[in-house]
């Protein structure tokens, strides 16, 4: 299985908007074949701070997340409007 954790910095005027955005593509991604968990988490001490946590089966099915007409049409307004940072594991 593959884990991501993806940090999202993103300022108090933009936090609303974004959070809609990540939860769209949140929604969209558990549907898809392999996604095993998908989530978003906010920050208890920093409100400023929100984190996306997903895993998923195999690479295959990272690689079809990523490649699916949500993401690429979501993420980038993600990263508009956030500083994000992207952590993966396998296990």
């Known amino acids: 299985m593959i884990r991501l954790n ?3 910095r993103v300022t108090p005027q933009h936090k609303g908007e974004l959070l809609a955005i990540a939860k769209r593509l949140t929604e969209a991604s558990r549907k898809q074949d ?4 998908y989530d978003i988490f906010e920050s208890a001490t ?3 701070v929100l984190m996306i ?3 998923w089966r ?10 699916s007409s949500v993401f690429k049409l979501e993420s ?3 990263h508009a409007l956030a500083e994000m940072k992207l952590e993966s594991f396998e296990f």
């Open 6 to 8: 993806c940090f999202i």
């Open 34 to 37: 392999g996604c095993i968990a």
């Open 46 to 48: 920093n409100i400023d």
């Open 53 to 55: 946590c997903e895993t």
């Open 58 to 67: 195999d690479q295959l099915a990272l690689d079809a997340h990523k490649a």
């Open 76 to 78: 980038p307004k993600m």
